[in-house]
């Protein structure tokens, strides 16, 4: 069984950081694949109104077309209700993908707000994690909550790996240096007025111009 990756978010829209993100894992910590997953009702992003389904699965099929290790599956966009990791997990797990196959791409200011997550408890140790760190992001408050939670840290080559005591499932940090790049950035310069265009594949922004995407209606 390949080892994959799962990639979950908005991607609204998807940008060169996560393209980058991608190659990082695929290189260095030697996952076959990574598995695009676009969430259809976030329940962290009720600050601004997501994108239509059919945009965001454009933008990313349009990034992703020359990738062949990138793939996308959309088994949130036909779910009602919250879109919540856990239900994703447990969904592709009587699919029959294996979670202990699985390390779920998570970002450091992310995993930081795990304890906000739906059964966030469950998710911490039904799946391996990688945890991207951006630049100046301290996580000491996190190990701090992982050692709690029966995490104990171990070193493999050059990434800082945390093992379940229970032996069940793993959290890497990555020690690679992340763009620091978002799709809130994004947004506000497209709707601002401002450079953008460098930030994401060039399909991509063409497809967002086509489309007149994150226009400011005010």
């Not at 390949?2 to 990082?24: A, C, E, K, W, Y």
């Not at 997550?117 to 760190?133: C, D, E, G, M, T």
Request: aromatic content about 8%.
């Amino acid at each position: 069984m390949n080892r994959i990756g799962l990639l979950g978010g908005t991607f609204d829209p998807v940008h060169n950081g996560h393209l980058q993100l991608s190659q990082v894992v695929l290189d260095s910590v030697g996952l076959e694949r990574i598995l695009f997953i676009p969430a259809a009702h976030p329940p962290h992003k009720d600050e601004f109104q997501v994108s239509d389904s059919c945009h965001r699965l454009a933008m990313l099929r349009l990034a992703l077309a020359d990738r062949d290790a990138l793939a996308i599956s959309d088994i949130e966009m036909g779910r009602r209700g919250m879109s919540y990791t856990i239900d994703t997990l447990e969904e592709l797990e009587r699919a029959g993908l294996p979670l202990t196959h699985c390390h779920f791409i998570i970002g450091s200011d992310a995993i930081a707000e795990i304890e906000t997550w739906y059964r966030w408890q469950k998710l911490l140790i039904s799946i391996n994690f990688i945890v991207a760190v951006r630049p100046g992001f301290s996580v000491k408050e996190i190990k701090q909550l992982l050692g709690r939670k029966g995490f104990r840290q171990q070193r493999y080559d050059a990434h800082d790996r945390w093992t379940h005591q229970q032996g069940r499932n793993e959290i890497i940090f990555l020690a690679d240096e992340m763009a620091d790049i978002s799709s809130t950035d994004i947004r506000s310069r497209i709707s601002g007025g401002r450079t953008w265009q460098h930030l994401v594949p060039g399909a991509v922004a063409d497809y967002i111009k086509a489309k007149r995407l994150y226009i400011s209606t005010k």
